[in-house]
């Protein structure tokens, strides 16, 4: 076989290489020089079950968050609630105030370490910020903002509790056991893991992070066959048109198996549980009613920024859907700019490889808010030199029985993607639209009055419009089938 093409993905540099390393870190994550942190046994998850503790240095922060789990914190805005409820929830605010502002300089020394800081740092700040009375001004105290600051800027991650700490990093093994009897590591699967962190300590909540876990790691089957067609593209013969449309159909299989996987959170988490006592804990500043987070002791460090805008965590952040949107090349529709505002009734045309359609504001943020590896294999993706939607539209125009067979399998494909948002809009009808205008019902008309407004996502989104617009432009991806003359 001719050697590798210089563009092909496997000779491509690490990520680090491309976006530099974040000052100081010691990287771990990588296995091999094609790595994007992305393995190839779990995926967009990590093998090895993340951090559950801190070094004992920062044992004062792991502290904190203990006692706020303990304590079971209520929501600030929860209705009724009691006096010793509030008074809880103001002595535990005040020991975090009262936190010694730790140094971050050693925690660079890994990056799992750093993962697991950004995590309780920013479970810490959520319980914070989410258990003040609905009228107080959000001020987040220097013993939280100045480390949350300094471990944000090295892992290149917003300030704020995001995908990576709910659902990526925020895994145990049932048993607790990592390696079997012979010493082998064992791997998570979709049946040997918990949770390590919740907000509420409800089994719904467990379930409702668990639902996207076990999705990145059925992932694992669509990455590995991308892969697989990345590679027979290359080759680009006869031989390999045939094996990338068995692929393809493979492809939808794995597609299907998300969808259902999905309306399984059904099974494990209520609606009304989910809406009322687990997603106000999420929210961020766009959906904080207007109140600006101050992130007190800036001036502490002189190299810290303020942080330009802070969406709340949603599966929105994960890398998979997205992935799979930018391998098929059904991104250019789904997410072209100006989803948000209305879909667009212009399906963008084709263009040649290595070439993008603008993309949307949505997509940016979101990438924004996944671990850099991550968001660099996703570029990666994105300059495939050789999009597989191209491959589909040649050989569907040069006909031929090979070409009607993967324009078919191609579309079939884009329609599993089109049928996951359906199920997905099904989920958030029940999850969020449904349980919203029951609350709106029960209210009195000046409330009724105040949440009249678009129903906004965790993201900050219009989400109805927004959601059904991405879902729309996906059908617009599927390839025109040529009448036989
Ligand atoms: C109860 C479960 C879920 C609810 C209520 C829900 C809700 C939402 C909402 C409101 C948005 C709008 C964007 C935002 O404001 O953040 C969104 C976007 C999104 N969600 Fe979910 N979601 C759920 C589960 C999932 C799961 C498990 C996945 C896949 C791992 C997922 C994948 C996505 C994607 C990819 C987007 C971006 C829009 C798109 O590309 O279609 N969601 N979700």
Known sequence: MDALDSNHFLLLPRPDVVNGPPAGVVDTTTLA????????????????????????????????????????????????????EKN??????????????????????????????????????????????????????????????????????????????????????????????????????????????????????????????????????????????????FVGDDIAVRRITEYLRELSVVINDLSVMLMKVKEGCSPQVFYNDIRPWFRGEDSTSGSKWEFEGMELDPSLTAPTELSGASAGQSSLIHALDIFLGVDQFSHSRGESDEPSSSPPTMLPPGQQQPKSAFLKRMQSYMPRHHRAFLTH?????????????????????????????????????????????????????????????????????????????????DLVKFLKGVRDKTKDAILPVEREP
């Open 33 to 84: 020089a094609h790595d994007f942190d992305v393995d190839t046994r779990t995926g967009f998850m990590p093998p090895q079950q993340p951090l559950r503790r801190l070094p004992a240095d920062w044992e004062p922060w792991e502290q904190v968050l203990d006692s706020a789990l303990a304590s079971r914190l209520q929501l600030g805005c929860k209705a009724g609630l009691t006096e010793f």
């Open 88 to 233: 809880t929830s103001e002595r535990w605010r005040a020991t975090v105030r009262e936190l010694p502002i730790l140094s971050t300089s050693d925690l660079t020394q890994s990056e799992s370490v750093l993962r697991r800081a950004h995590l309780v740092l920013a479970w810490i700040m959520h319980f914070y910020i989410h258990s003040l009375p609905p009228s107080s001004p959000i001020r987040i105290p220097p013993p939280i903002t100045v480390p949350l600051l300094q471990v944000s800027a090295h892992l290149q991650l917003p300030p704020i509790l995001t995908y990576s700490d709910d659902v990526l990093y925020n895994w145990k093994f049932i048993d607790g056991k990592e390696t079997d009897d012979d010493g082998n590591a064992i791997m998570p699967t979709i049946s040997n893991i918990d949770t390590q962190v919740l907000f509420t300590g409800t089994r719904d909540e467990a379930e409702f992070f668990l639902t996207s876990a076990r999705m990145e790691l059925k992932g694992v089957e669509a990455l590995d066959l991308m892969q697989h067609m990345m590679d027979e593209a």
């Open 381 to 461: 993706l994105a300059n495939n030199p050789r999009p597989i939607r191209n491959i589909v539209a040649l050989q569907a125009r040069d006909g031929g029985e090979a070409g009607k067979q993967i324009l078919q399998a191609y579309n079939t494909a884009v329609q599993a993607l089109k049928e996951f948002r359906d199920k997905h809009m099904i989920i958030v009808a029940l999850y969020i639209i449904g349980p919203a205008r029951r609350n709106v019902l029960g209210q009195t008309s000046r409330e009724k009055k105040e949440d009249s407004g678009a129903l906004k996502g965790t993201g900050g989104t």
